[in-house]
T-cell receptor
Framework: EDQVTQSPEALRLQEGESSSLNCSYTVSGLRGLFWYRQDPGKGPEFLFTLYSAGEEKEKERLKATLTKKESFLHITAPKPEDSATYLCAVQVSGAQKLVFGQGTRLTINP | GAVVSQHPSRVICKSGTSVKIECRSLDFQATTMFWYRQFPKQSLMLMATSNEGSKATYEQGVEKDKFLINHASLTLSTLTVTSAHPEDSSFYIC????????????FGPGTRLTVL
């Protein structure tokens, strides 16, 4: 069965304290891995797509990396406005739908 | 980036009534649209996948006669919750994708449904 697991479930950081969120996956064949950000009461906002192991993408304070078993979302010198739930999802080869992880609730304290 | 809208953003209805939620892709043609529901502090749960001009494919456990999905055009999909009950209260989110391959899904802002 295709599975996506995110850790930690929740993470509290001080402003400026860098860290990483983990997304591990077990799928029959990976077509793509996606990272989204979701604020309370809103729909997920697209951040990154990663297609193959070794690929990296960056956007402002965020950097996403991918290996054959997991992906990391690195956040450098975060600010309070980076507080949100970060969702990881994979698209399995031959399927249209995404398989989502449970998300990591990130809180950045000023 | 691609923009997806939903209407209404919030709806309150009485038990037994039907509610229609619209999902539109504003700047691209969506060959595939997805409907999700999300309970508080939980991740998204896929309800159904719809391809333009075809019948929707429902996930296991989702009643297709209760959650009617129509994807009549490349920019519009609707979800109708028929004979809504309090347990149908949830946050409903749609997403849209331009191609049938590995293109990204872009999400709407969500609709908060409260059934009294």
């Amino acid at each position: 069965e295709d599975q996506v697991t995110q850790s930690p479930e929740a993470l509290r950081l001080q402003e400026g304290e860098s860290s990483s969120l983990n997304c591990s996956y077990t799928v029959s064949g990976l077509r793509g891995l996606f990272w989204y950000r979701q604020d309370p009461g809103k729909g997920p906002e697209f951040l990154f797509t990663l297609y193959s192991a070794g690929e990296e993408k960056e956007k402002e304070r965020l950097k996403a990396t991918l290996t054959k078993k997991e992906s990391f979302l690195h956040i450098t010198a975060p600010k309070p406005e980076d507080s949100a739930t970060y969702l990881c999802a994979v698209q399995v080869s031959g399927a249209q739908k995404l398989v989502f992880g449970q998300g990591t609730r990130l809180t950045i304290n000023p | 980036g691609a923009v997806v809208s939903q209407h209404p953003s919030r709806v309150i209805c009485k038990s037994g009534t039907s509610v229609k939620i619209e999902c539109r892709s504003l700047d691209f043609q969506a060959t595939t649209m997805f409907w999700y529901r999300q309970f508080p502090k939980q991740s998204l749960m896929l309800m159904a996948t719809s391809n333009e001009g075809s019948k929707a494919t429902y996930e296991q456990g989702v009643e297709k006669d209760k959650f009617l999905i129509n994807h009549a055009s490349l920019t519009l999909s609707t979800l109708t919750v028929t004979s809504a009950h309090p347990e149908d209260s949830s946050f409903y989110i749609c997403s849209a994708r331009e191609g049938q391959g590995w293109y990204e899904q872009f999400f709407g802002p969500g609709t908060r449904l409260t059934v009294l």
